[in-house]
């Protein structure tokens, strides 16, 4: 522990134990790794998932897309709000009652909802319309009540897969000591982002395939004695149960008999109020949404401000709630997060690194769809596809190699230090931004589009190690889980700030850029001719945009480098 951990404020309550790194076998800490990263990618895997099987659930239920979009995008909101939501409450919960519990409980809300969402056309739905009868006195649309039984399930869903992250990161660290720890913890944050990132992909892909061999799936089961309904959908969350509980099973038993450090101090359930309520309100006042590779042209976008515009009130009550929780914190006995923490240099600055990884990541994932559907032959719908089908192998470019450099991130930290390694990974890849935002156009070979994308990847990737490492490795043990979750929220307050901002940014842009080449066009063209300038127009400007965009990408990764510079070169 470093001199300004052991400085920290005392916890009275917090019991001696023998370090966990000193109890379990390498073995055993082998296999706890493997039942932390599943349900981690996992969880995180159903973050987006539902972007891609919107469609298919809508029209299975019988309901109208144009009149209950709005209704329907909660099944993404919702679990991005819960997921955010119970990093923070379940982070400081595991430092109170050990990780063993805190674990095994999320794991088990995590497959509570799951199998809810599986099977939300059956007892849930009879639950409910029961409850609208008799309490309510209506006589609801079952297929309307069914979507909002999956909502319901999914936000059981997301308070166990958000609680699992920062917990699963405390645990990694209580697992190794604090010169081994970088590898591991860049491991867990890497299968996190992997994971939200391939949803959409992944949910794709398998609904396809169940519309186009379901049937025969079916019969096949049917040949070997089990008769059950063709997969569709559902069977992506059902997936979730048996994985789930064979992770539950294995971590009963691995962590059996391990006592972890605990503080004994009450919870602070008003700071967890209103730190819940500030980001609920940030998240909604942005319109904040990971869901990237579903948005795929401008068009998509400007259409979509309709549902995603800034809202002025929520984000000022963000700002009044955040506002009572630091006050209240600063206050307060027994606090959610120990305000003095940030007078540590390290740890402040890692923070604030995080935030700006979060921003630069979601303009690369932003930015590729929307040119390769510039590029699109067409609008027709299998001109989309392909479109959709080529960002998603782009985007492996980036995704891929920041999940793989992890690893090696954890590595040089532990031969360099963190602040070089962070101060490296944020130069790759403000590299990459900036050579993608000079040398892109409609005509750029998708091979060097590629090749920028891993560079970003690599350099985004080498950071998540370090950042994670530093900040816990700066607190107490009985205060790691709240870190971990403090880590990771910054991250995703920095992708939500960026989709929000640079989407306005980005159609305000491209507005103009076509408004100023429209009134230089000659006079006394026809309609066709008009037509064809202004496609053109609308193309040349919106790839000066994705540019912009991308170069937006690399100024941040420079200012980056401030923060990453007063980290803490080693502990």
Avoid at 235 to 240: D, G, Q, R, V
Avoid at 276 to 295: I, K
């Amino acid at each position: 522990m470093t001199a300004t951990a052991a400085s920290a404020r005392p916890s009275p309550s917090l019991k001696e134990v023998r370090p966990f790194h000193e109890i379990v076998s390498p073995q055993r800490r082998r296999l706890i790794m493997i039942m932390v990263l599943i349900p981690v990618f996992i969880g995180s895997l159903d973050l987006t998932i539902v972007s891609a099987i919107l469609p298919e659930i809508l029209t299975r239920l019988n309901i109208p897309v144009d009149t209950n979009l709005a209704l329907a995008s909660w099944m993404v909101t919702g679990y991005l709000l819960a997921y955010t939501v119970s990093m923070m409450v379940m982070g400081r919960v595991s430092d109170m009652v050990g990780r063993r519990g805190a674990f095994l409980v999320s794991l088990a809300i995590f497959i509570l909802g799951s199998y809810w969402v599986a099977t939300a056309h059956e007892f849930p739905t009879v639950v409910l319309n029961d409850f609208a009868r008799r309490v309510l006195g209506q006589r609801p649309d079952l297929n309307i009540l069914t979507l909002i039984a999956i909502i319901m399930g999914r936000v059981i869903q997301a308070l166990g897969a958000g609680a699992i992250v920062p917990v699963s990161v405390a645990l990694v660290a209580d697992l190794y000591p604090p010169t081994r720890r970088a590898g591991p913890v860049g491991l867990v944050g890497a299968f996190d982002t992997l994971g939200w990132v391939l949803g959409h992909l992944y949910g794709g892909l398998m609904v396809n395939f169940f519309a186009l061999h379901g049937e025969t799936i079916r019969q096949n089961l049917l040949g070997i004695g089990i008769n059950t309904p063709a997969p569709d959908w559902r069977t992506l969350f059902l997936f979730n149960v048996p994985l789930g509980l064979i992770a539950f099973g294995l971590m009963w038993w691995s962590l059996r008999r391990v006592e972890h450090p605990v503080s004994e101090g009450r919870f602070d359930f008003v700071g967890a109020g209103l730190i819940s309520a500030s980001l609920v309100a940030l998240v909604l006042g942005l319109g904040g949404n990971t869901d990237v590779t579903g948005t795929t042209s401008l068009e998509a976008l400007n259409e979509s401000m309709s549902t995603l515009p800034y809202n002025p009130t929520l984000i000022a009550l963000a700002v009044l709630f955040f506002g009572l929780f630091l006050a209240w914190e600063w206050r307060a006995k027994h606090p959610l997060l120990e305000l003095h923490l940030f007078r540590d240099r390290s740890i402040s600055a890692a923070t604030l690194t995080n935030l700006l990884v979060g921003f630069c990541l979601m303009l690369g994932l932003v930015s590729v769809p929307l040119l390769v559907n510039l590029r699109a032959d067409d609008a027709s719908a299998s001109a989309i596809a392909l479109a959709a089908e080529r960002a998603g192998i782009l985007l492996s470019a980036l995704t891929i190699p920041m999940a793989l450099a992890a690893i090696p991130g954890g590595w040089l930290s532990s031969k360099i230090g963190y602040r070089l390694t962070t101060t490296i990974g944020m130069a790759l890849a403000g590299i990459g931004f900036i050579a993608a935002g000079t040398i892109w156009r409609l005509d750029t070979p998708e091979p060097i589009m590629a090749l920028h994308m891993i560079l970003v990847g690599v350099g985004l990737g080498l950071t998540i190690a370090p950042i994670g490492t530093v900040v816990i490795n700066h607190v107490r043990e009985d205060q790691r889980g709240v870190a971990s979750a403090l880590v990771l929220i910054m991250r995703l307050i920095g992708m939500t700030l960026a989709i929000s901002s640079m989407t306005t940014f980005a159609l305000n842009r491209v507005s103009y850029l076509v408004s100023n080449t429209r009134a230089s066009f000659p006079v006394g063209l026809n309609a066709d001719e008009i037509q064809r300038l202004s496609v053109n127009a609308y193309l040349n400007s919106g790839t000066q945009v994705i540019g912009e965009l991308l170069l937006v990408g690399g100024v941040v990764c420079v200012l980056a480098l401030v923060p990453a510079m007063l980290i803490r070169a080693r502990d």
